[in-house]
């Protein structure tokens, strides 16, 4: 996957920082792993604690992935070399910014709690610290939560990333989702832009791990389609578009390089396949073949990224023989099948339980505004939208780099830099392995539950 996140961009505004991130157990917990990317785009390095309850949400070889640093889940933990892990972190790092803060964690550091990694290194270190909590509005609102979080902002001078307004994981809606990652990010750089690095020696800093493979996809079946459908109008001609099939096959590799099964089914492409044993292609020329490969793969898929443009119309009737140019040729077409918005509505209506369902992801190439990808999420009902206007520069079909925006179903935008196809597919990654990790753990409750009332 990308490069570690010591070893990022040059020129950033945290170039040569150390950056601690608290992970506590929150929904918004996957969120973190985009965090760390955006720190790593402003050329931080990146190094995560998680209290227990969090391990629950995100696995921590995810962010040992991510930031090739140890993650400290235990306020006990030991490096290699002996250290204690979170006191090395709280006596090296430029700030720890902790997000998602559940309400828990809040009360826990208001007091002085130190019962996990987090709590301990903020109570270690000298680093500024920043806050960013995330709960169901109620919860934000009671008087103890608002107590909590004055004590952290006027008692300790944290600075807290107030939450956002919306719908919440719960179903509610108030104040209290996660804020956006650009506005914690700015909050970093805000809170430690004119102090000076606190500990350049890379030996006083948290150890690298060795460059282990990132696995967050071991075992999962991913489905990506790639390329253009054509819809034939005679033997020879057909009704294409501009897609070449870059993105669909950086989604492959990048699957593949996190441990992922990849099904690809491939329209027309004009990019070399992956040759990978993991990696099953199925060759899809028209929608109505893409439908059916689609729903041919989806069985025990984890997840379905349809990054494939499939065609809007094709012609009712394809001539068996090549036209001639004598004869006047007018078209009559009729709509193609929707495979995203199928598959999504059968999901939904088939035995498949809610724990198992695969995460679904669909692209909206738009040209202009992205105003109309938010309600294409809601009809096509999937999980993440990734938009982008292919009407940009360097943006869109047969580029190298891709600028997007991934919208998710729990109503979260979030805005990615210009970056490498490449980039962006380790980006959708990282929000679809986060989302297979919830459903997991969500599975696991409930079980749980069934079993505490059987
Ligand atoms: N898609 C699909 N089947 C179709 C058309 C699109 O599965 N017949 C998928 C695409 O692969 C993409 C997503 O739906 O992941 C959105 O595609 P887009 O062409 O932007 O959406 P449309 O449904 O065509 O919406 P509109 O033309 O109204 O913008």
């Given at each position: 996957m990308t490069a570690p996140t010591g070893s990022t961009v040059r020129g950033g505004r945290l170039d040569g920082r150390l950056i601690g991130i608290g992970v506590t157990g929150?929904?918004?917990?996957?969120?973190?792993?985009?965090?760390?990317?955006?720190?790593?785009?402003?050329g931080a390095d990146v190094v995560v604690l998680m209290t227990p309850s969090?391990?629950?949400?995100?696995?921590?070889?995810?962010?040992?992935?991510?930031?090739?640093?140890?993650?400290?889940?235990?306020?006990?933990?030991?490096?290699?070399d002996q250290r204690i892990g979170h006191i090395v972190v709280a006596d090296s790092v430029d700030a720890i910014v902790v997000a998602p803060a559940t309400a828990h964690w809040l009360a826990s550091m208001a007091t002085g709690l130190a019962g996990d990694a987090v709590t301990a290194a903020c109570l270690a270190t000298k680093?500024?610290?920043?806050?960013?909590?995330?709960?169901?509005?109620?919860?934000?609102?009671?008087?103890?939560?608002?107590?909590?979080?004055?004590?952290?902002?006027?008692?300790?001078?944290?600075?807290?990333?107030?939450?956002?307004?919306?719908?919440?994981?719960?179903?509610?809606?108030?104040?209290?989702?996660?804020?956006?990652?650009?506005?914690?990010?700015?909050?970093?750089?805000?809170?430690?832009?004119?102090?000076?690095?606190?500990?350049?020696?890379?030996?006083?800093?948290?150890?690298?791990?060795?460059?282990?493979?990132?696995?967050?996809?071991?075992g999962r079946h991913v489905v990506v389609t790639a390329g253009g459908t054509a819809e034939p109008i005679d033997p020879v001609r057909f009704i294409g578009n501009r897609s070449t099939g870059k993105m669909g096959v950086a989604l492959v590799a990048a699957a593949i390089g996190r441990g992922a099964r990849v099904t690809l089914v491939a329209g027309h492409v004009s990019v070399p396949l992956p040759t990978d044993p993991a990696v099953q292609v199925v060759a899809a020329e028209t929608t109505a073949q893409m439908d059916r490969a689609v729903r041919d793969a989806i069985g025990d898929a984890d997840a379905l990224i349809m990054a494939a443009a499939v065609a809007d119309f094709r012609p009712r009737r394809s001539a068996a023989t090549k036209l001639t140019r004598d004869e006047r040729l007018q078209l009559d077409?009729?709509?193609?099948?929707?495979?995203?918005?199928?598959?999504?509505?059968?999901?939904?209506?088939?035995?498949?339980?809610?724990?198992?369902?695969?995460?679904?992801?669909?692209?909206?190439?738009?040209?202009?505004?992205?105003d109309r990808a938010a309600d294409k999420l809601r009809r096509k009902g999937v999980d993440l939208l990734v938009a982008n206007d292919v009407a940009e520069a360097g943006s869109g079909f047969g580029t190298d780099t891709n600028r997007v925006v991934i919208l998710a179903a729990d109503g979260s935008r979030d805005e990615l830099p210009l970056l490498s196809k490449r980039?962006?597919?380790?980006?959708?990654?990282?929000?679809?392995?986060g989302a297979l990790d919830a459903r997991d753990t969500a599975a696991q409750t409930e079980a749980v539950t069934q079993e505490s009332r059987a």
């Open positions: 929150s929904i918004a917990a996957y969120k973190a792993a985009d965090l760390v990317r955006r720190l790593a785009d402003e969090a391990t629950r949400f995100v696995g921590e070889l995810t962010f040992a992935a991510l930031t090739r640093h140890p993650v400290e889940t235990d306020v006990g933990g030991l490096l290699p680093a500024p610290v920043i806050v960013a909590p995330a709960m169901d509005g109620e919860m934000y609102a009671h008087p103890a939560t608002r107590a909590n979080v004055a004590r952290l902002r006027d008692g300790f001078g944290y600075r807290i990333v107030e939450p956002e307004s919306g719908p919440l994981a719960s179903g509610q809606s108030g104040q209290g989702r996660l804020a956006e990652t650009p506005a914690i990010v700015e909050a970093v750089i805000a809170t430690i832009s004119a102090s000076p690095i606190r500990e350049p020696d890379a030996a006083a800093r948290p150890p690298l791990v060795a460059a282990t493979q990132d696995a967050d996809l071991d077409l009729e709509p193609t099948e929707d495979i995203l918005a199928g598959v999504a509505e059968s999901l939904v209506a088939g035995e498949r339980a809610a724990a198992e369902r695969p995460i679904l992801v669909g692209f909206a190439a738009e040209t202009g505004s992205l980039e962006v597919a380790e980006r959708i990654l990282d929000r679809v392995a």
